[in-house]
């Protein structure tokens, strides 16, 4: 049995239609239902539908084989799992952004508010700049409008919240793409069917 964990929303959008056209693994998940487990018994393939932030989470533990998630979720997390393909779907850019011509702070550190407080707080080391993180759960462009942050750290795909926001990019850290990762054991285990379900994606 292979067990395989998609990251809900965006990722599942992409991924799945390329999924369901596999014949030994596809046609199984259904977006519009509410199931969180699709199964075929007879094909030996289980599907898992999760919270991206909870993703590496069932694939280190093995609670799932493989899982399909973004660049930006692995980057965050600590857990330990082999990343095995880069889909090059569900391309997008980390970023920071923040009102226009407002790229430092007034005085002292800058607050910086992010659903990615390790990415974020490792960038900004990396360029010797402190700042304050703002852990946020979601619309984190709302931050620096309201001025809670003097910047943000999030994902950028079409650029329209940033755009409809009147927020602008400062800088780029780095592009973001979907991953196919396993979990350490199932790939030695599993190998075989590990790398027949990887070649879905070319
Ligand atoms: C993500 C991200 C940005 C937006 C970027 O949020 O955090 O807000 O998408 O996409 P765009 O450049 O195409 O506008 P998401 O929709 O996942 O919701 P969230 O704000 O609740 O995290």
Request: proline share 4%; aromatic share 6%; glycine share 8%.
């Amino acid at each position: 049995m292979l067990k395989v964990a998609v990251a809900k929303g965006r990722i599942a959008e992409k991924v799945v239609p390329i999924l369901n056209t596999s014949e030994e693994f596809g046609g199984l998940i259904d977006l519009s239902s509410r199931k969180l487990i699709f199964e075929d018994s007879r094909r030996q393939i289980t599907y898992i539908i999760v919270k991206p932030g909870d993703l590496p989470v069932y694939v280190e533990s093995g609670a799932a084989d493989v899982g399909l998630v973004g660049k930006d979720v692995l980057m965050e997390s600590e857990c330990s799992v082999y990343e095995l393909l880069d889909l090059k779907t569900g391309c997008c850019r980390m970023a920071v952004a923040g009102l226009p011509g407002r790229p430092q702070a007034p005085y002292g550190r800058r607050k910086v508010a992010t659903k990615y407080p390790r990415l974020a707080g490792s960038y900004f080391r990396s360029k010797a700049e402190p700042v304050e993180i703002i852990r946020l759960e979601g619309s984190i462009e709302l931050a620096p409008l309201v001025g809670l942050s003097d910047a943000i750290v999030d994902i950028v795909e079409s650029g329209k919240t940033l755009e409809e926001n009147g927020l602008t990019i400062y800088e780029e850290i780095c592009a973001i793409s979907t991953r196919l990762i396993a979990n350490k054991v199932s790939y030695k285990l599993k190998n075989d069917v590990i790398n027949r379900f990887s070649a879905i994606f070319g």
